[in-house]
T-cell receptor, first 110, second 114 residues
Framework: DGGITQSPKYLFRKEGQNVTLSCEQN?????MYWYRQDPGQGLRLIYY???????QKGDIAEGYSVSREKKESFPLTVTSAQKNPTAFYLC?????????FGPGTRLTVL | AQSVTQPDIHITVSEGASLELRCNYS??????LFWYVQSPGQGLQLLLK??????LVQGIKGFEAEFKRSQSSFNLRKPSVHWSDAAEYFC????????????FGAGTILRVKS
């Protein structure tokens, strides 16, 4: 089945630690995205990539980093510089102006 | 800058009743318009989209939406709600022609009472 997978589903980290969220897609889409979701705020764009080896900052990129070494993969690293990292993180990919979303990773900082 | 307003944080309807979820946007031209649905702890699923043409758009699960340029609105409707429609609904806009930078509203949580 084609789709987007995110792992892990739940992630816990201690303050001061970096953590990497995985996003893989087998839809052969060129573009991929990372969003952060907080209650009552909708989704906010962190980073996006329209092609391999290229990515751009979204609206809330501070404290996050990404890489796009393969078309299928777009991992997100939440660094210790992110002051409030506890949130639900959603990855998406797109074709023909339509974005498809993964199931999400819930990150909790202890 | 673009913005999307969903005025209703929560809506409760009875099963079988009609539903309308409101969405207003702020943008200089007509953007691409989308409605997504999210069940708790899950990703988002696209219900319908509007790029151009007929202003009444049909989507999945019996939903439809109407684009009204004069009101900068894209309201979602369903004639008869089912208990399984309980979820959170998000309106989103994106600037043409690529539609790749979605801006989301804050969402409306739909509760269905039997």
């Amino acid at each position: 089945d084609g789709g987007i997978t995110q792992s892990p589903k739940y992630l816990f980290r201690k303050e001061g630690q970096n953590v990497t969220l995985s996003c893989e897609q087998n839809l052969n889409h060129d573009a991929m995205y990372w969003y952060r979701q907080d209650p009552g705020q909708g989704l906010r764009l962190i980073y996006y990539s329209q092609i391999v080896n290229d990515f751009q900052k979204g609206d809330i990129a501070e404290g996050y980093s990404v890489s796009r070494e393969k078309k299928e993969s777009f991992p997100l690293t939440v660094t210790s510089a992110q002051k409030n990292p506890t949130a639900f993180y959603l990855c998406a990919s797109s074709i023909l102006n339509e974005q498809f979303f993964g199931p999400g990773t819930r990150l909790t900082v202890l | 800058a673009q913005s999307v307003t969903q005025p209703d944080i929560h809506i409760t309807v009875s099963e079988g009743a009609s539903l309308e979820l409101r969405c207003n946007y702020s943008y200089g031209a007509t953007p691409y318009l989308f409605w997504y649905v999210q069940s708790p702890g899950q990703g988002l699923q696209l219900l319908l989209k509007y790029f151009s043409g007929d202003t009444l758009v049909q989507g999945i699960k019996g939903f439809e939406a109407e684009f009204k340029r004069s009101q900068s609105s894209f309201n979602l409707r369903k004639p008869s709600v089912h208990w399984s429609d309980a979820a959170e609904y998000f309106c989103a806009v994106a600037p043409p022609p690529y539609g790749n930078k979605l801006v989301f509203g804050a969402g409306t949580i739909l509760r269905v009472k039997s």
